[in-house]
């Protein structure tokens, strides 16, 4: 497990803080790791991964949890493609874990959930359609993403909550490549929801070699 002390191991060869709200995206290598850092504490990351020499190849919710046959994604969770390759691994984590199946915020979705006063604002998705469309990519190449540090507790009767976050100022979660990829994040910036405390604030995101 990750402390808040520890630095990356490694040589950095990125190290780039993601504004509020923004999306990136980046290159990592086989054998680099991303290490994501939560500066201010309950920000969710929502995070695409595609094979960087294919991207028809990308990450598949469904085959990861039934890989490891859990929903939440921990320590030494390999997360798989569609072709059920591990694309990256989780290894080291200060959070117990972390959500894939709540999916990502969209205006549509928003409206549903918080009304629609609510349509005009800001939502993950379209920032993986900005971040993407600069690939050649776009709504097509959407698929079921993952939340850092996002809490999404399934309850009794099935249904999903979406609660308090379980990071903290500092936390941080590392993912070593296992082929190359390209990584697209949205820092995520729903309001209307605990995800991210009602406040979206800034990531760091450090590759090392």
């Not at 990136?24 to 994501?36: D, E, F, P, S």
């Not at 929502?46 to 994604?73: C, K, P, W």
Request: aromatic content about 6%.
């Amino acid at each position: 497990m990750n402390t808040l002390s520890e630095s990356p191991r490694g040589t950095i060869v990125h190290d780039e803080i993601v504004p509020a709200l923004a999306p990136w995206m980046h290159v990592v290598k086989a054998g680099q790791t991303l290490r994501i850092i939560d500066l201010e504490g309950n920000q969710a990351v929502d995070f695409l991964i595609y094979a960087a020499d294919d991207d028809s190849e990308r990450y598949s919710a469904q085959d990861t949890i039934a890989a490891q046959r859990n929903v939440y994604l921990r320590d030494g969770a390999a997360l798989l493609s569609n072709e059920g390759r591990p694309m990256m691994t989780i290894t080291g984590t200060s959070v117990a874990y972390h959500d894939t199946i709540g999916g990502a915020c969209s205006c549509e979705s928003n409206t549903l959930r918080y009304g629609h006063h609510t349509k005009a604002q800001h939502a993950c998705v379209e920032n993986f359609l900005d971040a993407n469309v600069r690939a050649g990519r776009n709504k097509r190449d959407m698929v079921s993403n993952i939340n850092f540090f996002m809490n999404v507790p399934v309850e009794a009767d099935g249904t999903l909550g979406i609660v308090d976050g379980i990071s903290a100022p500092g936390l941080t979660v590392d993912l070593r490549a296992e082929m190359d990829v390209t990584v697209v994040v949205s820092n995520c910036p729903q309001i209307n929801n605990p995800c991210n405390g009602f406040n979206p604030t800034p990531v760091r995101m450090v590759v090392t070699n």
